[in-house]
């Protein structure tokens, strides 16, 4: 193989250093990490469980941001309709948002490698009926065919992800497909064939991690399009269940009562959907600047 993962000037060793040295990446990445261990640890630092029933109280709701209730709970960004803690709910429904956003996005990096490396390798009319359906998907708009999918399958968690990943996985099988079709002329592809290696071998031992520049970019933007695209069709109402509220749904709840004046409800949610996706475009954007070859020197 010719790209070496954990020895010497590694590729992962080329991206920190990339990331480190532009401070607005830094400051992206230190925004994602933050965001990401808020999800993850929200069942510890959440001071309430929005989904416990015995822990809201109806006569909490609509409570503007520092309010106290009776019990003395300070709710630092004001309550919900319902009296939940906005902050609490809001950390919850990052984490939904965020496993939402990764799995499919994982998911679909999955199911595009696959068919984009068979393509390159076999050629012919295999080949070409791939990128056929890969170009008949990418001419659809990404939020058209997730709500004509969600139409008719209806609503859920796993609905949501398959959506997702069908509307992305286009992507990432013409990206790998393009880098595929250059490593399958060198040399050490034709001397694995020699040797007499399998051709799943050959693409996952020896073609795929020259591959990983341009997936690793297209992955992370494509995270960001799918937390952007499951807050999008949880605001239409057609995406996770209410049982289940992501970000997306908690600003759909705000909107409702934003022309009474309680902003909080809506306006929160959406500066920190605005950030999570805003950051994770910044690194993405700087991943493609490191690992493009054309800047290499």
């Not at 001071?47 to 109806?58: E, G, K, V």
């Not at 960004?77 to 994982?106: C, F, I």
């Not at 013409?174 to 001397?191: I, S, W």
């Amino acid at each position: 193989m010719s790209v070496a993962l954990f020895s010497g000037d590694t590729m992962f060793a080329r991206i920190l250093r990339g990331i480190v040295a532009s401070p607005k990446a830094t400051a992206a990445a230190l925004v994602c990490v933050t965001l990401i261990a808020a999800a993850l640890l929200a069942p510890l630092i959440a001071p309430q469980n929005p989904y416990d029933l015995a822990a809201i109280d109806f006569f909490d709701g609509r409570l503007p941001p520092g309010s106290e209730s009776l019990s003395g709970m300070t709710f630092w960004l004001g309550t919900d309709t319902q009296g939940r803690d906005m902050l609490s709910a809001m950390l919850y429904g990052l984490r939904t948002s965020l496993a939402v956003g990764l799995t499919s996005g994982l998911l679909a990096l999955l199911v595009g490698t696959t068919l984009g490396l068979i393509a390159a390798y076999a050629g012919g009319r295999l080949d070409a009926f791939i990128m056929r359906f890969v170009d008949l998907m990418l001419g659809f708009p990404t939020i058209l065919v997730a709500l004509m999918i969600l139409v008719v399958f209806g609503q859920g968690t796993w609905k949501v992800i398959l959506a997702l990943v069908f509307v992305q996985w286009a992507y990432f099988a013409r990206a790998v497909r393009g880098a595929a079709l250059v490593e399958t002329g060198k040399d050490y592809v034709e001397a694995a064939r020699c040797l007499g290696l399998s051709p799943a071998r050959i693409l996952a031992a020896h073609i795929l991690p020259n591959c990983l520049p341009p997936l690793i970019v297209i992955g992370t933007i494509q995270v960001a399009n799918a937390i952007a695209a499951e807050a999008t069709l949880s605001f239409l109402g057609i995406g996770l269940p209410i049982t289940e509220p992501s970000l997306g749904l908690l600003i759909a709840n705000g909107y409702q009562v934003m022309l009474a004046g309680l902003y909080w409800m809506s306006v929160y949610p959406g500066l920190l959907l605005l950030a999570i996706v805003f950051s994770v475009n910044i690194v993405g954007d700087r991943l493609r600047e490191v690992l493009n070859p054309r800047l290499e020197t």
